[in-house]
Structure formats: C-alpha cells, structure tokens
Nanobody, 126 residues
C-alpha cells in the first residue's frame, strides 16, 4: 500500500520560509516522479512543482518560480519543498503526489499523478 506523509506546514509571516517534507513508502520511490500540489479554499487544486525520478529535471508553476525549490533524496524516499519569500496568496493545503508512469514531458500534467498524501496546511499571515 502506497503511503505519502507530509510534514512541515504551519503559520508563517509574509516573507518567511517553510520547508515541507513528504515521506513515501510502498512504492519504488526512485522510479516515481514526485510533485507538490496546493489547494486554497474555493480554488481548484494547483500543481506547484514537480521533479523527475532522478531529480535531474524540475517544473514550477510561474507564481512560485525563484521562491520555491523542489528536491528529493532517493536514499530516504523523501521529497522536499523549500518555500521562501512566502506571500499570503501561498496559503493553502499542500499535498505531495507520486507518479510511477510520468516521463519528462508529462511532469507538469496533473493527471499523471496516481498517489496522494493527506496534505499539510500552510498559512501565510501577519
């Protein structure tokens, strides 16, 4: 059974930083593309960042480029999302997702992700 468990969310002031982690089990982690999604109240779920199996390629949605960094450690079966210069509009539930079938050209396609975590709340407010 695939399990994805996120941690690291919380309340932070605008301009602050948070680092999210997602620990995976039950799947061949090094063979899966990983991604972070977010969903704010009343809005559709959005693909924020994705990373290829080897970590050699990444994708970011425009609104987070230059502020967020996705990375992975295959030895620890963990993917991270470093979030800097946070803004109130970054407030959302952040979830990680896994795709054993994604290839480089489909990293940014939300529909290729088959497994999901429960999510962790990120609130950016003064």
């Amino acid at each position: 059974q695939v399990q994805l468990v996120e941690s690291g969310g919380g309340l932070v002031q605008p301009g602050g930083s948070l680092r999210l982690s997602c620990a995976a089990s039950g799947l061949p982690f090094s063979s899966a593309a990983m991604a972070w999604f977010r969903q704010a109240p009343g809005k559709e779920r959005e693909l924020v960042a994705a990373i290829a199996r080897s970590g050699s390629s990444t994708y970011y949605t425009d609104s987070v480029k230059g502020r967020f960094t996705i990375s992975r450690t295959n030895v620890k079966n963990t993917v991270y999302l470093q979030m800097n210069s946070l803004k109130p509009e970054d407030t959302a539930v952040y979830s990680c997702a896994a795709s054993p079938r994604a290839i480089l050209s489909t990293l940014k396609v939300p529909g290729v992700y088959d497994y999901w975590g429960q999510g962790t709340q990120v609130t950016v407010s003064s």
